[in-house]
């Protein structure tokens, strides 16, 4: 098993930046397909990226390209989140998730293992 904790969550205004972390501990780090997502209440949760275990690939959702970047440290055992040039409807709860499957995977039903979310708000 592995256990995931967000942080780095908070309040900024529309153009600015955040980055999210997530420290992963138990099992091998770099054995997982990591992901990010978010919810907003009364919706689905969707994919916001995800990151090949050794960071040979990413994808990211089309209303993130080009403004988010996932990356990861396994030595560090942590996921990033770099949010830049922020909107109003990237207001949500984040969310970091692992997966065990080998290839990298979009769909949260790959995802065996979440955090516990961090809230992301963004003012106009």
């Known amino acids: 098993q592995v256990q995931l904790v967000e942080s780095g969550g908070g309040l900024v205004q529309a153009g600015g930046s955040l980055r999210l972390s997530c420290a992963a501990s138990?099992?091998?780090?770099?054995?997982?397909?990591m992901g990010w997502f978010r919810q907003v209440p009364g919706k689905e949760r969707e994919h916001v990226a995800s990151?090949?275990?050794?960071?040979?690939?990413?994808i990211y959702s089309d209303s993130v390209k080009g403004r988010f970047t996932i990356s990861r440290d396994n030595a560090k055992n942590t996921l990033y989140l770099q949010m830049n040039n922020l909107r109003p409807e990237d207001t949500a709860v984040y969310y970091c998730?692992?997966?065990?499957?080998?290839?990298?995977?979009?769909?949260?039903?790959?995802?065996?293992?979440w955090g516990q979310g961090t809230q992301v708000t963004v003012s106009s």
């Open positions: 990151i090949s275990r050794y960071a040979f690939s990413t």
């Open positions: 998730a692992a997966a065990t499957r080998a290839a990298l995977t979009t769909s949260q039903k790959d995802y065996a293992y």
């Open positions: 138990g099992r091998t780090f770099s054995t997982y397909v």
